[in-house]
């Protein structure tokens, strides 16, 4: 049983396009996470969800948004896809807020925008 | 602000020898401090987190990490490398809640084991 799943696993699409990644956690946690990875393996959170709540939100492109249909899942939605939007995208999820909560990695969405 | 510097890029070792992967953070009060571990084409899976109890961590696969306040460091060792351990390797600071509460990850440490 996979603890945090996403899909899809790869996504290669056009530039100005409109894509969705998907993200469930079956392990009952309250709070979920988005990151982002860039080609030189930095790390960057992008959002944290706590009950359907949204409890921070970086200093990202409103072309993203995520959303939350309960708190199994958090979805992320890109509009208008860009070239520098390329990287691989973890969806995260932790009993508790931070600070000292442990994360639960999914395996990653690898996005390739031509 | 928090941050976190991780000293080497890549590092390479032989099976069977010490494992020594830096990192030294900044933070303005007491921190929570992480590393993770990311095997090729996965996701990042804990190893170890110092939460202000002991100043030495144990975690899993055989590391451990020592907290320094006075060195402001959190360097993972592991006594003698396997094959398994390559991988790449993220230390993660975090000092607060809510909107400061959220990991701050070190731009990863590389690691090869060579037979």
């Known amino acids: 049983d996979t603890a945090v799943s996403q899909t899809p696993k790869y996504l290669v699409t056009q530039m100005g396009n409109d894509k969705s990644i998907k993200c469930e956690q079956n392990l009952g946690h309250d709070t979920m996470y988005w990151y982002k990875q860039d080609s030189k393996k930095f790390l960057k959170i992008m959002f944290s969800y706590n009950n359907k709540e949204l409890i921070i939100n970086e200093t990202v492109p409103n072309r993203f948004s995520p959303k939350s249909p309960d708190k199994a899942h958090l979805n992320l939605h890109i509009n208008s896809l860009e070239l520098g939007d390329s990287a691989v995208y973890f969806c995260?999820?932790?009993?508790?807020?931070?600070?000292?909560?442990?994360?639960?990695f999914g395996p990653g969405t690898r996005l390739t925008v031509l | 602000a928090q941050s976190v510097t991780q000293l080497g890029s890549h590092v390479s070792v032989s099976e069977g020898a010490l494992v020594l992967l830096r990192c030294n953070y900044s933070?303005?009060?007491?921190?929570?401090l992480f590393w993770y571990v990311q095997y090729p084409n996965q996701g990042l899976q804990l190893l170890l987190k110092y939460t202000s109890a002991a100043t030495l961590v144990k975690g899993i696969n055989g590391f451990e990490a020592e907290f320094k306040k006075s060195e402001t460091s959190f360097h993972l060792t592991k006594p003698s490398a396997h094959m398994s351990d390559a991988a790449e390797y993220f230390c993660a600071v975090s000092d607060g809640g809510g909107s400061q509460g959220n990991l701050i990850f070190g731009k990863g440490t590389k690691l090869s084991v060579k037979p």
């Open positions: 995260a999820s932790s009993q508790d807020p931070p600070p000292e909560s442990t994360q639960y």
């Open positions: 933070s303005s009060v007491p921190p929570y």
